[in-house]
């Protein structure tokens, strides 16, 4: 990212960063040490995304893209779906985290 983030959104950025590697995992990288940058090059956008509000379906659109036009792979949309709940499921938690404390 090219500008620093709050805690919170580092928060989220991490979580979306963790989500994406172990749970999306389109390639099956996810215990590859080595890969753990792997899909680094999506982190961003699905951040954005998910940060700014997008709904779930359009989020689960993007993954299903990424799949599908830069891998070359299948689609799976149930499971983009999946992965996008969980996500949103994180934003909530890291929100609700966050919007809670005393400052």
């Given amino acids: 990212m090219g500008s620093k983030l709050t805690p919170k959104h580092q928060a989220l950025y991490s979580a979306v960063d963790e989500v994406r590697h172990y749970i999306w995992d ?5 215990g590859v040490p080595q890969a753990r940058d792997e899909y ?3 982190l961003p956008h699905v951040f954005s995304l998910l940060r700014n509000g ?6 689960a659109v993007y993954l ?15 499971h983009d779906r999946e992965v996008v709940s969980i996500l949103a499921d994180w934003k909530d938690a890291i929100d609700e985290k966050f919007d809670n404390l005393i400052c």
Avoid at 64 to 78: C, F, I, S
């Fill in 40 to 42: 680094h090059g999506y």
């Fill in 64 to 78: 299903g893209k990424v799949v599908t036009d830069r891998m070359g792979l299948p689609a799976n949309p149930q």
């Fill in 26 to 30: 389109p390639i099956g990288v996810s």
């Fill in 54 to 59: 997008a709904s779930e379906e359009s989020i």
